[in-house]
């Protein structure tokens, strides 16, 4: 895999696995483009990291994307490497009818819609690229699901399975496509979701998860699993039903 001299985008980039991404491909001497909706927090970034280009852009919104896509392609002449990774996760108890229900449609839009829209629209720039790099953040969650998140994980599985899926349909393009399931990261998705302090799910450093990424990366791996996440997927397929109990102990809470 070409380590250097890319240009790459990254979403949700401006914080969490998405900066430390960000980092450690601008340490290897690439041109870093990060995207996200909250442009104080964009320019943040740009501040502590000036040779980082930002981009304010939502990844739910047709018109963004379609602008995004322009934009790079004017200023840049296209991407090399597209990273989904922006994502959110909602705790929620399926059994409470008072649930919001906009919010869960608002994480299937976010964490499976809006990779299959970037892609959609970044797809005659990768295929214009000599060494083009599809990566997509999913989840060791993809593997078993933890029931207090049921959509994240949900929508995790989905984007595993797409991204097997769509592997053998960009073969023939010299596209390559890379799966970065993480564990539990200390970010603050994981903090909004309460989780971070969770001991069962071992959250691990963003820094320690881009070293990881990067050392498989760079070896061609299609398939990276951080962590618990390289457990999950074992023990997801010799005794299901034993690591589905142990990821789920704790009593579903009254999550509205």
Same mark, same amino acid.
């Given at each position: ?59 739910? /919104?047709?018109? #963004? ?5 322009? &934009?790079? %392609?004017?200023?840049?002449?296209? @991407?090399? *490497?597209?990273? +989904?990774?922006?994502?959110?996760? /909602?705790?929620? #108890? ?5 649930? &919001?229900? %906009?919010?869960?449609?608002?994480? @299937?839009? *976010?964490?499976? +819609? ?143």
């Amino acid at each position: 895999m070409k380590q250097s001299k890319q240009i790459v985008l990254i979403t949700g980039g401006s914080s969490g696995i998405g900066l430390a991404l960000a980092e450690k491909f601008k340490e290897n001497d690439n041109t870093v483009i990060i995207t996200g909706r909250n442009l104080s927090k964009l320019e943040t970034v740009q501040k502590d990291f000036p040779k980082i280009q930002i981009f304010q852009s939502d990844v739910t /919104n047709d018109a #963004d994307v379609r602008m995004l896509a322009d &934009d790079i %392609q004017e200023k840049f002449g296209g @991407i090399d *490497i597209l990273i +989904n990774n922006a994502g959110i996760m /909602n705790l929620v #108890d399926a059994g409470n009818g008072g649930n &919001d229900l %906009q919010k869960q449609m608002q994480e @299937i839009e *976010i964490n499976y +819609n809006s990779p299959i829209r970037l892609l959609h629209y970044f797809l005659p720039q990768l295929k214009k690229s000599k060494s083009a790099v599809l990566v997509n953040v999913s989840s060791g969650l993809a593997y078993v699901p933890f029931a207090q998140a049921p959509t994240y994980s949900g929508t995790k599985s989905a984007i595993h399975f797409w991204t097997k899926g769509i592997r053998l349909q960009l073969k023939p393009h010299n596209i390559k496509v890379v799966e970065l399931l993480p564990p539990v990261v200390d970010t603050p998705l994981a903090h909004g979701a309460d989780i971070a302090e969770d001991d069962n799910l071992k959250p691990m450093p963003p820094e320690k998860l881009a070293d990881i990424f990067w050392k498989d990366f760079i070896k061609g791996k299609e398939e990276i699993t951080p962590g618990i996440s390289k457990q999950l997927k074992l023990m997801g397929r010799l005794a299901p039903k034993f690591i589905f109990n142990q990821l789920n102990k704790k009593p579903i809470p009254n999550y509205n």
